[in-house]
């Protein structure tokens, strides 16, 4: 029996330079796949649906700041 392909994906806004950009996935177990796309067989961190929806609305919802 074969695993499920998993489809990471990343938003349209980004470009094709790989900046600094994350992507997202629907993964099996059902919950979102969040990893960094410059080092796709690293780490990721998973979040239930909820606190994916919860993250993109204080994501879009609060000013951005600069921190460097």
Do not use: Q, Y
Not at 2 to 9: A, D, E, I, L
Not at 27 to 47: A, C, E, Y
Not at 51 to 66: C, G, I, K, S, Y
Request: net charge positive.
């Amino acid at each position: 029996m074969s695993s499920p392909t998993v489809r990471w994906r990343r938003s349209s806004h980004s470009g094709d330079t790989g900046g600094e950009c994350v992507e997202i996935a629907a993964l099996p177990t059902g919950v979102i796949g969040v990893r960094d796309s410059k080092n796709p067989d690293g780490p990721h961190l998973t979040l239930s649906r909820h606190a994916f929806r919860t993250l993109l609305d204080h994501a879009t919802t609060m000013p951005p700041t600069v921190t460097r």
